[in-house]
């Protein structure tokens, strides 16, 4: 299996500051044949469905405001918020889907400071 | 517009069998390939396994043993069956569009307790 791994846990950030969290996968997702990184993003609010939010490791889900970005290649990405806002409060996952079984990373819970 | 509803029941006595069903509207549901998904309270995603364009089916090695998706395309659903179930079974169940999971039900809670 392929192991997804989110850093932080948690991170506290000012509203309107930026906000970065890491997704370090075991093996590489990344497809040679098309050059695509089998990677997505997603925010989690309470008592809801995940919302994606990145797919393809730096394309935007259509109607995801443009403060959210997604960079990274093979192994190490990145979900950036360029400026936080208080609907951002949730919990963040990143996810391969270049593999069975599909895997998720543990969660990044973003709060504001 | 692609929806997704979960269903079933939110009681299950351990030892026994989970049974849940997905309804895919908007879409064909032999067209895509469709995954479930669940999420233990305050824990984070288990990938449980996927029904392939109602063709075959992948499950998590972690779960293998017990789980058995199925199709019934004269109504556009899959179905989800876990058999042996324990406390740690319990979590809010999830379908969701496979690959990227880009459309998903709105979970449904499912509690193993006597």
């Known amino acids: 299996d392929i192991v997804m791994t989110q850093s932080p846990d948690s991170l506290a950030v000012s509203l309107g500051e930026r906000t970065t969290i890491n997704c370090k996968s075991s093996?590489?997702?990344?497809?040679?044949?098309?050059?695509?990184?089998?990677l997505a993003w997603y925010q989690q609010k309470p008592g809801q469905p995940p919302r994606l939010l990145i797919y393809?490791?730096?394309s935007r889900e259509s109607g995801v405001p443009d403060r959210f970005s997604g960079s990274g290649s093979g192994t190490d990405f990145t979900l950036t918020i360029s400026s936080l806002q208080a609907d951002d409060v949730a919990v963040y996952y990143c996810?391969?889907?270049?593999?069975?079984?599909?895997?998720f990373g543990q969660g990044t819970r973003v709060e504001i400071k | 517009q692609v929806q997704l509803q979960e269903s079933g029941p939110g009681l299950v006595k351990p030892s026994e069998t989970l049974s849940l069903t997905c309804t895919v509207s908007?879409?064909?549901?032999?067209?895509?390939?469709w995954s479930w998904i669940r999420q233990p309270p305050g824990k984070g995603l288990e990938w449980i396994g996927r029904?392939?364009?109602?063709?075959?089916?992948n499950y998590n090695p972690s779960l293998n043993s017990r789980v058995a998706i199925s199709v019934d395309t004269s109504k556009n659903q899959f179905s989800l069956k876990l058999s042996s179930v324990t406390a740690a079974d319990t979590a809010v169940y999830f379908c969701?569009?496979?690959?990227?999971?880009?459309?998903w039900g709105r979970g449904t809670q499912v509690t193993v307790s006597s």
């Open positions: 093996q590489t997702v990344l497809n040679n044949a098309n050059n695509k990184n089998y």
């Open positions: 029904l392939y364009y109602s063709k075959s089916t």
């Open positions: 969701a569009r496979d690959g990227y999971f880009d459309i």
């Open positions: 393809w490791a730096s």
């Open positions: 996810q391969q889907y270049y593999t069975i079984p599909r895997t």
């Open positions: 908007g879409v064909s549901i032999s067209s895509s390939s």
